[in-house]
């Protein structure tokens, strides 16, 4: 690099803009491989000219040394090719474009939007990557080895990018078992929080505005939307809106045993249950208040409601009426 | 010596009323909850290094909340550049890595001119890294770059230049002022 006469440390006012355009001009042509004998003495005639060109040159010398440390590197063309990479503009659009999706998302729609509306999730799951139907239920491998189960009418995002691992619980239900990888953490974003699980089999759930976790391995870090935050150790679950954190408690083991086909009741009100059935099946299941409060015990088949119901009219005084095929409702047996 | 007359920035204050949320904030944007510790602790060091006067919790609120997501910002930009850098390693044939002591030297330096250069068209700062950092003439960087020599000439002034305005502007900022004289 050619260097000036700069005795001078940083110059206290600032070059005109003049000096730093012109002081940029000749460091193109010096360094271009082009300049001449006749250059250069002109060059030097201009920095002799005015103290503010010297000034204007101080500052290319020192950027020019923030090269250095590439220059006389044997590495310098797989630098230069690593920044090139960095800066790829598709990169950088995609990035752009993945920015406008999430606002959409939940910004202009608004999570709160499509959950209150009557066929809930529609909308988002149909742009979701991975999807069951109501009754459907369904295991998944990620590209990065971690399995997800779906349970009955989910939809989940999936976004994995060079620094993390983001999946998006749009509706319904997910078990996780994560793989590992160190350098890319691995969260879950629900629209009342986000999930970072270290090591970990889990379960989260949407429900009316709620997200509920249960940790059944590891443990999960929970941050609402609001910034309120817990740790769930193996065994623990809690449930949280955008504003409010429940207290953790006790995993319900039933949480969990649903990716195996089991809908496990140890002593559930019936509504609960009823609850329940409604999510695997399409259709209108009514309950009679007067058998709301009967308690349920057992495991019974989630793929298969129908039957499930049919257990549970066979050991409970209660009473199914099929009027349609998508209108049941459980009475009090007469 | 006269002591301080103003009305000292209660940083224990902000802290107190701020650090939590904004902890949690980086966290749901990071998806990490070591960096969103780090970065919260950078907010308010620059806020005891620049401190500021608060009118309201909200002004406040916002203010730690651009900070953190220009913190977030340089952050992405650094793990992209880390993260570019050892994929073009493990691109290359064994015998032909560098040390473990000229990948760190690389990394810093590349790291240092990435945040000097990141507000410039992506072939703007290419070229300059190129012509700069690999000492290549104007028609070597030109036919890599596909594009003809003249436009090398200009991209490596104007980015110079744009190096240059900023490099002014910080020393004049850094200057101090305000300060009285002590004889």
Redesign the interface.
């Known amino acids: 690099m050619t260097k000036a006469n700069t005795s001078r440390s ?6 005109s803009h003049q000096a ?2 012109q ?3 000749w ?3 010096l ?4 300049a001449s004998d006749a250059d250069r003495a002109q060059w030097q005639a201009w920095l002799a000219s005015a103290r503010e060109n010297v000034d ?1 040159w101080h ?2 010398e ?3 040394r ?6 006389g ?17 598709c ?2 659009r995609r990035e752009t474009l993945l920015g406008i999706v999430t606002l959409l998302g939940v910004g202009v729609l608004g999570w709160g939007c499509w959950s209150h509306t009557p066929l809930p999730g529609i909308a988002m799951a149909r742009r979701a990557d991975h999807r069951t139907a109501t009754g459907e239920q369904r295991e998944i491998f990620l590209s990065d080895g971690t399995r997800v189960w779906l349970n009955t009418a989910t939809a989940i995002s999936e976004d994995f990018s ?3 691992r ?1 999946l998006r619980l749009v509706a319904g239900e997910i078990l996780i078992q994560t793989a590992s990888d160190p350098l890319r ?3 879950v974003d629900t629209p009342q ?2 999930l ?1 699980p270290i090591g970990t089999r889990f379960t989260v759930r949407l429900d009316r505005g709620e997200t509920f976790v249960a940790v059944y391995e590891g443990a999960v ?1 929970v ?7 817990a740790t769930l150790s193996a065994g623990k679950q809690t449930h949280f809106t955008e504003r409010a954190l429940a207290f953790v408690e006790v995993a319900d083991p039933a949480r969990q045993v649903w990716s195996q086909g089991i809908l496990l009741a140890d002593n559930i009100p019936l509504a609960d249950m009823v609850r329940e059935l409604r999510r695997y099946r399409p259709g209108h299941l009514g309950l009679s208040p007067e058998v709301a409060d009967l308690r349920v015990f057992g495991s019974y088949p989630i793929n298969d409601p129908d039957r499930a119901l049919a257990m549970l009219e066979s050991v409970m005084p209660i009473r199914v009426h099929r009027r349609m095929s998508w209108w049941v409702s459980i009475e009090p047996e007469r | 010596m006269s002591t301080l007359e103003y009305e000292p920035i209660t940083i224990e204050h902000l802290y107190d009323d701020h650090h939590a949320w904004l902890q949690g904030w980086l966290r749901h944007r990071l998806g990490n909850a070591a960096d969103a510790a780090d970065l919260a602790h950078d907010a308010f060091l620059r806020l005891l290094t620049k401190p500021r006067r608060f009118d309201s919790a909200p002004e406040a609120r916002s203010y730690l909340c651009t900070m953190a997501n220009g913190l977030c910002v340089d952050l992405w930009r650094r793990r992209r550049i880390e993260q570019a850098w050892l994929d073009v390693l493990a691109a290359r044939p064994e015998d032909l890595v560098p040390s473990a002591e000229h990948q760190a030297i690389v990394l810093e330096a590349l790291l240092e001119i990435d945040a000097m250069l990141h507000s410039l068209p992506p072939k703007v700062a290419n070229a300059f890294v190129m012509a700069v950092g690999c000492e290549m003439t104007d028609r070597e960087v030109a036919e890599e770059l596909g594009v003809s020599t003249r436009m090398v000439r200009k991209y490596v002034a104007r980015a110079m230049l744009y190096c240059i305005r900023l490099d002014a502007r910080q020393a004049v900022e850094e200057l101090p002022h305000g300060v009285p004289c002590s004889v």
């Open positions: 940083t110059p206290l006012s600032e070059p730093m355009e002081a940029a001009e460091f193109a042509l360094r271009s491989g082009e204007a500052y290319v020192r950027i020019s923030r090269f250095e440390p590439l220059q590197n044997p590495a310098r063309r797989a630098a230069v090719s690593a920044f090139q990479r960095a800066n790829e503009p990169l950088k060079i620094g993390q983001r953490p691995f969260l929080g986000s970072y870090e941050i609402t939307a609001g910034g309120e935050g």
